[in-house]
Structure formats: C-alpha cells, structure tokens
C-alpha cells in the first residue's frame, strides 16, 4: 500500500475524495478517477473501455496488487493510456461492486477483491476477474499480458466485445429475474431442511460448518438456536434440538478459543485460512463484531455458559476501545497488513498481532513464558502450518491461540489453575501493554449505516441478553450518531456512510433493512419507543425506494441511481446478511407489534418470492429462514405496563430478557405518550395499565391476552410454557 510522502511524485482525482481506500490510491502513477459521471464521459470522448478496480481499504490482496501493478510506472501508463481507470469503494458503493461482481461470478465461477472488470463506456462488462499477479504466473495470466491482449481486441474485435457485453446484461438479468420465481413454503419441512444441511456440514472435530477457509457465519448459529427452540417441546425432534445446541457452543467455543480471536486485544478476524480457526486473515470488520456479539449472547442465553458471556463482553470492549468514533458511531475496519517496525519498507499481513517465542520470554520471563506459550500453542519455531502460510509471512512466528486449557496446563506445570490463571491474564496484559508500541493497522474511519446497524442489534440483544445497561447505551449513541450525521435532515433522506464531517452516497437498502433491524432491537432492549417510530419512518422510506410493489422484495439500488445496468434482488445471506431477508423479519416483527397486517403481506411476498430457495437450499439463506419461522410462529406479544424505572418493573424485564424468546415481541405501554402512539397503531394496548398501581405483564397470542401478572415468577411460568402456533 502507497504511503504518501510531503511531496509526492504522482497525484490523481482520488486525491478529493473522503474513502480511505480511495485515498490510498491518490498518489498511484495511475490516474484514477472516482466512479460517476466524469469517468463515464471521458470514456466516451476518447472511446476507452474503462478498467474497474473495486477493494476496500483492510483488503490484504488489494494491497498486493497495488505494489505489484498500480505503482508500477510501466504498468501505470499502459492503463493509463489505453483505458480510463476507475476506483471504487466497495464499502461505500456496494451497488457497483454488487453488479460487476455478479458478472465476475456469473463470467468465471469465482469472486473476491480486489475485483478487475473492464466495460464499455456505456458501463457493461466484457472482461472481469479478481486479482491478477503482474506477470504470467502457474498457468495464470499476468496483469501486464492482460492488458495488451484486452487494448488488442478493443481495436480489432470492437463488434464482438459490444455485441457479448450486450448480451451478458441481458442474460444475468434474465437469470436475476428467473431466479425469483416464486414458490409456497412449508414452515416445519424448512427447518428440518435447513438443519439437516447445517448438521451434515458440520466439523465434528474443529466446529464450524465447511473445511478451510472457514468464516465465522453467525447467522448459522442464530438459526440453530431458534431450532432448538422450535423444537424444545417436541420429543420426536428434541434430540435434534438438542445437537443444532450443541453444535452452535462447540463452533461458539472453538472460535474463541481458536487464532480467529484476538487473545490479547480482543475482537474476532475477518476469517480462517485454515479449518482448525487457528491462522486467520487478520483484519478485523465492523460487521463481524456486531452479528457475532449477537451470536454469542443468545449462546449464553440459551446455555448459560460464562465463557460465552466473557466473550460478548470482550467483544464490545475491543469495539468500545478501539473502532468507536467519539460521538457514538461506529469505524468499519482494521487492516490485515501493518508494519513489523516503523522503518520496515512494507506491511505484512499480521504483523501487529504475531509474536516469536523469543519475544513472549523476554517480556513474561522464562519461566512464566514457557507455561504462557504452552497454553496459547507459541512454539520456538512458530506455530503456523506451511498450507497456512503459503508465502512464507509468518515463518518463526506465532498466532495465539487456546492449545490448552487452564487445567491441562496447571496439570502439566504442577502448579494450582488459579496460580495458571494469575500467570495468563497478567500475561495477556504485558502482550497488550507491549503490542501498543508496534504501529497499528490502518483503521478505515468512515462509518457505514448497516454496519453499525448490525453493531446497534449485537449491542442492543448483547445488553438485554446480559443486563448490561452501558451496552445497551452505546447502542443508543451510535443510533443517534445515525439519526443526526447520517441523514441528509435528522432522520430523513439516510445516506450511506460518513466521514469527517461529509456524507457519502445516499443509501442502499441493506442500509436501511439493517438499521430498521437495529431499531427494533433497541426498542425492545431499552424501551425507548423513539427508536420503534423511526424504524416505522425508515420501513416508509425503504418502501419507497426500493420496494417491487406487484412482485414483492426490495430491489438493492434505489430507483433513482444513475449508471445503474442491473436490477438485483438479494437473497444470499453471506458475510452480512441480504436486505430481503432482514426486511422480512423486519416486517413480520412490526406487524406483530403494531398489529399491521400489511407489513405481514409484505414480508409474505417476500418469503415466497425466494421460495425456491428456502425450499432447496435453506441453509444459504439463515437471516430469511428466521424471517419465514417468525411470520410463521411469531404471534406471541408481551406486553410490560408500567414504570420502567422501578424496580418491580425491572425484575419483570429482566425475567424477559434473560430467556430466548425468538417468537415474541416485546411492548412497553407507560400511561403516556409512549403508549397514546403504540395505541394508535395496536388497539389492544390502548386499554393495558400496571395492576393496583404494580408493574405488569401481559402475555399475549394473537392480541388475546392472559391474566396480566405482576409476579416475576408467575412470569417465568407464563413464558416457560409451549407456545402454541
């Protein structure tokens, strides 16, 4: 990665923009341009294609390619000279990305970034890959061939790039508009589908759900809790149940125990290389730490294990310390790659997270040293397999990670678990203390709406899950961050990210599905109704913007985008989850609570658009089958009544809040204003009060409630029974 110097040899229109990762290119050889309207003319006036180079700023492999091929001044004027090259933030701009990325997919059978794809000045793809080495390399095309031989067929073979770039859009949206055929969808025959794929995928011996590389893919897990759930009552399924448990804390538990967590500072990586969560690709994202803190306080609710509470807590702590902007919004990402030492010439990727056991010796002691390295695996001659470490980067190092347990290792050093205890957390303070004075991974500053939409849901289910009041208030801080610097008026027009001060493009809808989802959260965590009615205002904005109206589902881009050559729909529930699959639970869960049956109409239409899918293949679409379980079995309301101050109050909350309770929703009704909103949506809170001036809850199937009842035990009794469909 380039890093500018006072005086510069090269500066380009990247110089002007606010994305970090557009930044990082400003002072390349190459002339970069921003993706908009100047790049599209100019490659019309001088009848150039236009290279598409589209990464983001964390991105380890965007790093590599720009050493070997965009500082390259050779390389720099071929570009330069036969095309117009065009960066994006795929960050800030997911609607380029995603369109071109769907072509790379659809073209080559593959994906990832940085992403190459060369156009037409009218935008459509002829030529797309990922990343390209500069020269010829095991039987794969360098960049600098590829350069020729694509500027060769652009003047000699112009008639047939246009006529198979025409008819490329017009096949990938055919094929996008074939997928969405529709289909009916059987709840029960869903779930056991989705779990039967989970189980059969899944690493008996390491956790997880696929071999190497293995992501940390949340919404797996949150989708195996609501199983168990489903089928907690039933004996023929409970065994089943029982194991989609077991298998979400054995991959909670290998996770935090393998390299993919930051031991010493906390937060988990982006992902595995390998299957045993041991060596991982070392950058760290936003939208990891806020899904996984999800994962991990349902995981402790479910099985009451401190260990995972430890690690929700840990988690925001990292997030807390180090990814927070000071007004309450939340950073996207730290870098894989950073220096070893400041006068290093290059970064490598880990860097700032690898020790030799040298140095962990020299800072705890020999003695203490041995017994730390023997518990965290740190080996004198590094501990990292060579399929791991293909390059080389981390030979004689070590990532720590949990190679045995505090018994095992009190057993083998004759000492007391506590006095091991004592030795390992003084340890992992030192390595802090020390880590501090290497040179810290770039951290990308702008901050994303859904991604702190997913932080704002991880902190909010994360603060109600272990009665911690302060996660919950960072939750509402970055909500009014959003509300107040992410919106072109306080709550209205939401853009997609911001930095220093400045707005980027307006947003997409996973934007607003995610920060919806977050609200709601929110709401029911802390009861502040104020964030239930700007989530009701934002489902208007999303369903003006983005909503098919005859077809159902949310287009990704918003009507109005220019430049824009695809139609997409999203389903795939990746390393975020899609935008149609949070607005469904989105919309199922604000029909339950403002009894509107409309939102339910719509999140209906939804399901069933991507039917097929949850029919064939549940388990690719997680977030969507919770959204089709909820409409399905979501028709429980509890309603608390009274002031939520009081202690009586809280004892009641708390009973709700220390249970999963995936097929409810959670009102607070306060002889207000509050509750003279909530009843002019929901008439069935109109009439709902504390009893004999005590606290109250009301628990409700289908808007018939039971005998309220103001005793947390008796409450208990009430949520603890089956929950009828």
Same mark, same amino acid.
């Given at each position: ?11 380009n ?21 921003p993706w ?15 290279f598409?180079s ?19 001044e ?29 072509y ?13 794809v ?36 652009w003047h ?26 529709g ?11 989705? /779990? ?22 949340s919404t797996?897990?949150?989708l ?15 065994s ?9 804390f ?53 099985t ?13 702590? /990292? ?22 030492k ?30 730390f390295?023997?518990a ?5 001659d ?12 981390l ?9 045995f ?39 990308d ?54 930095r220093?001060?400045?707005r ?8 607003y ?11 029911q ?45 999203e ?7 899609s ?27 939804i399901?069933?658009l ?42 009641l ?31 069935a809170l ?40």
């Open positions: 990665m380039s890093e500018p110097t006072a005086t510069p040899k090269h500066t229109a990247l110089a002007k923009e606010k994305s970090p990762y557009l930044l990082q290119h400003a002072h390349n050889p190459v002339n970069w341009l908009g309207e100047a790049a599209v003319a100019k490659a019309k006036a001088e009848d150039k294609p236009i598409l589209s990464g983001y700023s964390t991105c380890h492999w965007c790093h590599v390619m720009e050493r070997e091929s965009f500082e390259n050779e390389m720099a004027k071929m570009i330069n000279d036969h095309f117009v090259p065009v960066k994006v933030d795929r960050e800030e701009r997911p609607d380029v990305d995603l369109t071109y990325m769907t790379v997919q659809a073209a080559s059978g593959g994906g990832g970034w940085p992403m190459s060369f156009l037409t000045p009218d935008l459509k793809p002829f030529f797309g890959g990922t990343y390209y080495p500069p020269e010829n390399k095991d039987g794969r095309i360098g960049f600098k061939n590829l350069l020729i031989e694509l500027n060769k067929a000699e073979e112009r008639e047939k790039i246009n006529a198979s770039s025409e008819r490329s859009i017009v096949k990938l949206q055919e094929h996008l508009d074939g997928e969405n055929t289909a009916a969808v059987e709840t029960e025959a869903m779930l056991q589908k989705a /779990y039967d794929e989970l189980a059969s995928n899944y690493d008996y011996h390491e956790g997880g759900f696929s071999g190497a590389p293995k992501f940390p893919r797996s897990i949150n195996l809790l609501r199983i168990h759930h489903a089928w907690l009552k039933h004996p023929e399924k409970k089943e149940g029982d194991w989609a448990t077991e298998m979400s054995r991959t909670l538990k290998a996770m935090a125990n393998g390299g993919i967590w930051d031991h010493v500072g906390g937060g988990f990586h982006r992902y595995s290389v390998d299957s045993y969560w041991h060596i991982p690709h070392y950058e760290k994202m936003l939208y990891d730490q806020g899904q996984l803190l999800w994962a991990y306080a349902e995981g402790y609710l479910v009451g294990a401190p260990f995972l509470a430890d690690v929700t807590r840990q988690i925001v702590n /990292y997030a807390q310390r180090d990814l927070r902007h000071a007004e309450g919004g939340f950073f996207s990402a730290e870098d894989a790659d950073s220096l070893g400041l006068d290093d010439a290059h970064k490598t990727e880990g860097a700032f997270y690898i020790w030799t056991a040298a140095e962990i010796d020299a800072l705890l002691g020999k003695e203490n040293g041995s017994l390295r023997y965290y695996g740190a080996r004198r590094g501990n990292a397999r060579p399929e791991s470490d293909p390059h080389g980067e030979k004689g190092t070590n990532t720590l990670f949990r190679a347990s505090i018994k095992k290792t009190a057993e083998f050093f004759k000492k007391t678990p506590e006095e091991v205890q004592t030795i390992v957390d003084s340890g992992l303070k030192i390595l802090f203390e020390a880590r501090t004075q290497r040179p810290r991974p770039h951290l500053d702008k901050i994303i709406t859904a991604w702190n939409g997913l932080m704002i849901s991880g902190l909010a289910r994360a603060g109600a899950a272990l009665n911690e009041p302060k996660f919950i208030e960072l939750a509402s801080q970055a909500a009014q961050f959003l509300h107040d610097q992410l919106c072109a008026q306080p709550g209205k027009g939401l853009h997609r990210s911001w220093e001060g400045e980027g493009p307006k947003a997409f809808a996973m934007d599905a995610a920060l919806i989802h977050a609200l709601i959260d929110l709401y965590a802390g009861l502040n109704v104020k964030w239930l009615q700007w989530a009701l205002a934002l489902q208007s904005e999303m369903d003006t913007l983005f909503l098919d109206k005859d077809k159902g589902g949310y287009y990704s881009v918003h009507t109005d985008m220019a430049h824009s050559v695809l139609r997409i729909k389903d795939y529930d990746g390393a975020e989850p935008p149609n699959s949070l607005a469904a639970l989105n919309l199922a869960r604000l029909s339950a609570m403002l009894d509107q049956q409309a939102y339910a109409d719509e999140a209906k239409k399901i069933t991507f039917g097929t899918t949850l029919e064939s293949n549940p388990s690719a679409v997680p977030m969507l089958v919770l959204a089709a379980d909820f409409l399905h079995r979501g028709k429980q309301q509890i309603v608390l009544a009274g002031d939520a101050a009081s202690p009586e109050f809280q004892a909350l708390r009973v709700v809040h220390s249970r999963l309770l995936p097929t409810a929703v959670l009102l607070h009704v306060d002889g207000g204003s509050a509750q003279t909103w909530l009843g002019s949506h929901n008439e109109v009439s709902m009060q504390p009893v004999n001036g005590q606290a109250a809850a009301y628990v409700c199937q289908n808007y018939t409630c039971q005998k309220p009842v103001t005793d947390p035990a008796a409450l208990e009794k009430l949520l603890d029974q089956p929950v009828d469909k």
